[in-house]
């Protein structure tokens, strides 16, 4: 949605980087710059021009002049302005003293109401809520059958009463769905209202004799995020007539500007307080003005992501893999675990919009969106191609073996030599990162790269050197453990020879140093 304004800001800010001191063309000619980009996202021209003002304002200030770098400091208050605009704080859902909390969804037709019923029902059961979906659009055909289908799929209940199309007392339906919740005990009522392909009085008027026969705790406005300006002037029109308490941006994962999302919460003084940025139920959360900030300026969105691993993975399991890294070289770590990872990532969502969560990624954009999700189906059909024992230990894997697997997961047989190849990679340095870190940052404990490193280096290849073959190097350890144990029959501990029937003990002074 917001990739235009994304490039822009960047290219901008990139101009400033370098500069130990900012001159006053130097903030006009970026404010400038920011202007066009705000102006073609379709930003509206008040937001515009209140946003550059204050931007102006604070960067020919003190905060930026006795700044160390200038340029991050002017990034800092680009990034507190879109705060601003956009909210400032994210807005909370208020329930009723007494249940069921009402919540009614209102909007143009199109908007996606009856989908965005369902995502807020399951996110709210996710929440520990009892949600109950109400069907009060009669007109538009299907309406009520759709919200059935989709309160099915979000496994939440629904109270249809009328068939719709055309038949039935919306105002009735709401009103009598109150007692049903009460009756069946749930704790919160979503009612989804009919909308038009325009504002007029009858809708306005069936919109508010629901209102008043429900006195609802919150009245969500759902907008179209593609629609642009007109979504807008359709909120000022529904707010002066109706009144809303907030609003949800739909189809925020489209590729228009989005610039009604920066000028929504400016111009109708209400917040935004959910997002919905995909088709499945589960592409919808709250929304933070925070997050949304910090993605438009490509600095990520990692606490989103955190909480979506949280909700995804379980700590005991997590816990246990961890385990497996950090034992000897990662041996534990199989690809029947690997496989399990995989596809607790991929529970998360796509691949596509877990890499656009980190900071940076708005410059390998264009990787990002040719990204083959299927690549992922693939690694597991290869891997469930194989038997246990391979799973386990997939050194044994031969050219036979090989072929074999690419047969039944229908790949070539190069691609499941590439994977048994990055699977021994990836294990390698999970399990670095596991025991203490990467190697090559000096100063830090158990990361190498330290004084002596080199020399350690040196002396281990003067040695016999170790295969990058994992068959071979599995031959190589078993030799080097048969002449170990050879040696430790005809010696005693460290190799050295046994005295008085001993082994060789250090002397007491040194012990204490011994773990």
């Known amino acids: 949605m917001f990739d235009t304004l994304s490039d822009r800001l960047s290219a901008t800010f990139k101009n400033l980087r370098g500069k130990g001191r900012l001159s006053e063309a130097d903030i006009d000619a970026t404010a400038r710059e920011i202007r066009i980009a705000l102006l073609e996202a379709d930003v509206a021209l008040p937001v515009v021009r209140t946003f550059i003002k204050n931007v102006k304002e604070r960067a020919l200030g003190a905060e930026v002049s006795k700044a160390l770098n200038p340029a991050q400091q002017v990034l800092k208050i680009v990034n507190e302005e879109l705060v601003t605009i956009l909210g400032g704080e994210t807005r909370r859902l208020r329930f009723a003293k007494q249940p069921p909390t009402v919540i009614m969804l209102a909007g143009l037709q199109g908007a996606g109401k009856t989908t965005l019923a369902g995502k807020l029902g399951r996110w ?106 007109d979504a807008v002037n359709t909120a000022e029109a529904f707010r002066d007539g109706v009144g809303f308490d907030g609003v949800v941006l739909s189809k925020l ?21 959910f997002a919905s940025n995909g088709e499945k139920l589960d592409d919808f959360d709250a929304f933070h003005p925070d997050r949304m900030a910090s993605r438009i300026l490509d600095m990520g969105d990692l606490l989103t992501l955190i909480e979506q691993a949280e909700k995804t993975f379980d700590q005991a399991e997590a816990q246990k893999m961890a385990e497996k890294l950090a034992s000897k070289k990662g041996q534990d770590f199989t690809l029947d675990d690997f496989l399990a990872q995989m596809e607790q990532v991929r529970k998360m969502g796509s691949i596509s919009k877990l890499l656009g969560m980190l900071p940076g990624m708005g410059q390998m954009k264009d990787q990002i969106n040719n990204l083959d999700e299927r690549d992922v189906d693939r690694t597991a059909a290869i891997i469930k191609s194989m038997t246990p024992g391979e799973r386990q230990d997939p050194t044994i894997i031969n050219g036979s073996r090989r072929a074999r697997i690419a047969r039944g997961s229908g790949v070539e047989v190069s691609a499941v030599k590439n994977l048994v190849e990055r699977f021994f990679e990836a294990r390698k340095m999970m399990s670095r990162m596991a025991q203490g870190g990467m190697p090559g940052m000096p100063g830090m404990p158990g990361m190498g790269g330290g004084p002596g490193r080199a020399k350690k280096k040196q002396k281990q290849a003067k040695g016999k050197q170790r295969s990058g073959n994992p068959m071979k190097r599995k031959q190589q350890e078993q030799e080097a453990a048969a002449r170990r144990a050879a040696a430790a029959e005809a010696g005693g501990a460290f190799g050295l020879p046994q005295q008085g029937g001993k082994d060789f003990e250090l002397p007491d002074e040194f012990k204490k140093f011994m773990g």
């Open 253 to 273: 994962d489209g590729d228009a500007r989005g610039g009604a999302a920066l000028s929504i919460r400016q111009i109708t003084g209400k917040p935004i307080m």
């Open 124 to 229: 709210l059961k996710e929440q520990g809520h009892s949600p109950l979906l109400v069907a009060c659009d009669l007109q538009r055909p299907n309406a009520v059958n759709q919200l059935s289908v989709v309160a099915e799929r979000a496994g939440v209940a629904v109270y249809a009463p009328e068939p719709g199309n055309g038949v039935g007392d919306p105002v009735k339906v709401a009103k009598d769905s109150i007692d049903f919740a009460k009756s069946k005990v749930h704790d919160i009522v979503i009612v989804d209202t009919a909308g038009r392909l325009g504002i007029d009085q009858e809708m306005m008027q069936q919109a508010a004799d629901i209102r008043d026969a429900v006195s609802p705790d919150e009245i969500l406005f759902v907008v179209d995020a593609m629609i642009g300006q």
